[in-house]
C-alpha cells in the first residue's frame, strides 16, 4: 500500500519534480531513522505514509491562499491527505494519526511521540539543504529541535557541525 501511495503523490504532483524529490527525501530520511532507532512496525507504516503526504496541504493552500506556508499546509493539509489514504483503503486509525502529523509538521512544540517527532527531524534535514542554509543554522536547529540519536547524528555528518 505504500508504493501505492508513493505512485499517488507523484501523480498528485505531476510535472512538480522539486516537490516529487522533496517528499521522496523525507521518506528516506524518516525510514532509516526509524529502522535506527527501531521503532515499532505500525509506527513505521504511519510514519513513512505521513512521509509521503506531510506537505500534500501545499496545493489547496496555493488554490486557496496564493501561498503555501507551513501554517496553510498544516491547515488544508489533513482533509487531503483523508481523501487520498481513504481512497486507498488504509485503516482508520492509521489515517487518523497521518492526518494528525499532517496538521503538526510545522509545529515545533508538544511533539507527542516518536512518528511526529522522526518526520520534523527528516523534513528539516531535507529542507536545511533545500533551502541552503548555514552550518550555524544546522546547529543550532539540531540542538534545538532533534531528539532522536540518529537524526543528530545524520545532522552533524551532513552539516559537518560539533553539535
Known sequence: MLNQLLMEMIYYYR???KRIQHFI???SFAKLIGEMEHIEAETMRVL???AYVHDIGIKPAEIKY???GGKLQEQEGPEAAKELL???GFDEKL???VCYLVGHHHTYTDIDGIDYQILVEADFLVNLYEDNLSRNTAASVCRKIFKTQTGKQICRVMFDTSV
Open 15 to 17: 510535472g512538480d519534480a
Open 25 to 27: 527525501k523525507v521518506h
Open 48 to 50: 513513512e505514509a505521513a
Open 66 to 68: 496564493g501561498s503555501c
Open 86 to 88: 481513504d481512497r486507498l
Open 95 to 97: 489515517t487518523e494519526r
